[in-house]
């Protein structure tokens, strides 16, 4: 079997061919829509995919928001506005004439990547710092997705009960703060509308809010880790995400966490399939579904 599989970000999409030992091929990439409008994400994605339908059996999607019987929501509609209950499988099939399965991005990086620990651990946490912070829990060799696909949604998880407002609702979630949303939005003066990429890039020249910015993001995901630890009891916390695997990020915040008590220590890893983890876990999920 050939498996399309599809990424959809808040900030980027994403396409490649997937076979069943893994090789990924022919991957693309575009801008998620600014519009982000049910028509403007359809036309998107038609672009994407065309050139691969001719070679794929299947569709597999990972797709940040809850992802509910093949339906999106939003939990944080600044990052995908306009989407409530945009039918995500229905209209890749419709696309493609092919059959769909989607499943929430980082749930389905938690499962590539446990699938690439190679059975070391049977308890691991994946959280991806990109246009939000999200997140996906295996407990004892088994993936949560949650009755209505939310669980592992730990970027909304409270960081600082005074912090910034979230999209979801709620005051100062780790996503309003330590995210490239947060990141960018928390920038002043002479960085005041620069993109996370930006003040990454500003940092490395020595820019000090640049710094303090990046510290804040790595200190709240430190926090968040060791509540992780307590929660799970994982064995390891692999990190994604275009921030997430910017350089020098899991350096802190390992240093971070190393401040916590011991019993909140935990093995952190970057993503083994780097930003492919999202199609890789989308089609080996997909697999699973059929065999
Ligand atoms: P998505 O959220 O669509 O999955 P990404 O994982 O690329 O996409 O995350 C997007 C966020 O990462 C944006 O805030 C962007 O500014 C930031 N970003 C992109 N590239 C880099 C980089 N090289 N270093 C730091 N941040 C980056
Ligand atoms: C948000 C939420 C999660 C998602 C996470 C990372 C939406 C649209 N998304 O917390 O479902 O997993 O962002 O998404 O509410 P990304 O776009 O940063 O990869
Ligand atoms: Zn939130």
Redesign the pocket.
Known sequence: MTTLAI?I????LAAALVDDALNLVARRELP?PGSKTPDALRAALQTLVEPLVPRATRVAIAS?GIIRDGVLLAINPDNLGGLLNFPLTKTLEAITGLPAFAVN?AQAAAWAEYHALHGDYRDMVFL?V???VGGGVVSNGKLFTGTGGLAGHLGHTLADPNGPMCGCGRRGCVEAIA???G??AAAQGELAGC???TI?ARAGQGNDQAIQLIHRSAHALARLIADVKAATDCQCVVIG???GL?EGYLAQVETFLAQEPAVYQVTLQSAHYL?DT?LLGAALLAQGEQS
């Open positions: 990424d970000g808040g900030t980027k998620t940040t991005d991806t990109s246009t939000g995210s490239g949303r990141i960018a993109d996370a990429r990454f995400g275009s921030v910017a930003h999202g």
